[in-house]
């Protein structure tokens, strides 16, 4: 049986050239096109050397793309650029999206948060939310995935059951966060330049962060009702990974029983024994969160712990995830690679 081809649109970045390092072991997919415009020509591994000793197609620009061997598409681009240019596909093409550009299913809020006017409104009727442990049967049948924000499925996956079962206040949940600095992208910096994050950590997009939009969106799904959570990212200096400490009202015990019972089967969601804690560490490099449950001091009150590499369960290969359900191939496919450590 012929591979799915797969391109990748705006593969220069931290998710394309993560995407390509996990499609490159998956035994459906065959990567047919990348694109970067400002890096069209070069070859891949001019651009990432650790993806060198793959055989890859060069960089080319999206102009340049033969679609009619295409099957798939995985879009990279800048948040604000992938509108027009997913609206300008074949309706034939199934698409995964990791930009923004499609997560908020109100335009106006879109525009609210992004300051910039929906430029495919048409399309964002079609758009299913790309988190498979809660969207997994809409999925499958979607033309258009938009991806996970990588805060907010740390942030989604512990406590969007406890709204929905009802267990905790949703008017008091509060998400602490901090993100390493590959959160922030490719494109050249000044916030994110070494001397300015390194032996330092900060909080950024205090109280209007804009994936705080996506999080209340999908808490108020959850609970049935309007939710405003408060939600402070931070930068740390390291490369990957995030990490949520997320301080809700509600029992510690039935909590912690709830999200077990809830990813008991899920391949990439796990819950730690009540009392323990997980570390960024113990996720890199794979597609795995982790989840830890602790009650605090002051009874009927609880702290959740949260953590995912912000590329993989945060972006790429959530991505991946989205696609093989799309494609009806075998969910963990090309998503198996344990942790590294240390």
């Known amino acids: 049986m012929a591979k799915a081809q797969i391109a990748i649109l705006g593969a220069s970045g931290y998710t394309g050239a993560e995407l390509v390092r996990l499609i490159a072991r998956h035994p459906e997919m065959e990567i047919a096109a990348l694109t970067a415009d400002r890096k069209a020509g070069q070859a891949m591994g001019d651009v990432f050397p650790h993806l060198a000793m793959i055989d890859l197609p060069k960089l080319v620009k999206i102009d340049d793309v033969d679609w009619s061997t295409i099957d798939a598409v995985f879009c990279c681009l800048p948040h604000g650029t992938t509108q027009n240019i997913i609206a300008g596909l074949d309706m034939n093409l199934r698409v995964v999206d990791l930009s923004a550009d499609f997560r908020l299913a109100d335009v106006e809020a879109y525009a609210h948060w992004y300051g910039l006017e929906h430029q495919a409104p048409e399309l964002q009727d079609f758009a299913v939310y790309g988190l498979p442990e809660f969207y997994r049967d809409e999925i499958k049948n979607a033309r258009l995935v938009a991806n996970t924000g990588c805060y907010v499925a740390t942030s989604l996956l512990p406590v969007m059951p406890l709204l929905e079962q009802k267990l905790i206040d949703p008017d008091a949940i509060i998400i602490d966060a901090k993100s390493g600095v590959t959160g922030a992208g490719r494109a050249p910096k000044e916030g994110t330049l ?135 191939f075998e969910e963990t496919t090309g998503l198996e690679q344990l942790p590294l450590f240390p």
Request: aromatic letters at 6%; charged letters at 15%.
């Open 194 to 328: 070494h001397a300015e994050v390194s032996e330092g950590f900060h909080a950024y997009g205090v109280a209007k962060h804009r994936h705080t939009a996506e999080m209340d969106q999908e808490f108020s799904k959850a609970a049935g009702a309007k939710v405003i959570c408060s939600f402070t990212p931070h930068l740390l200096p390291q490369n990957r990974g995030i990490l949520a400490t997320i301080y809700v009202a509600g029992e510690a015990n039935a909590i912690h029983a709830t999200l077990s019972a809830r990813y008991g089967s899920e391949p990439f969601v796990h819950v730690l024994p009540i009392g323990q804690v997980p570390a960024t560490r113990h996720v890199r490099g794979s597609n795995h969160c982790l989840i830890g449950v602790v009650p605090d001091r002051q009874p009927g009150r609880t702290i959740i712990v949260s953590t995912l590499d912000n590329l993989v369960k945060g972006a790429s290969g959530q991505a991946l995830q989205c696609m093989n359900i799309v494609l009806g």
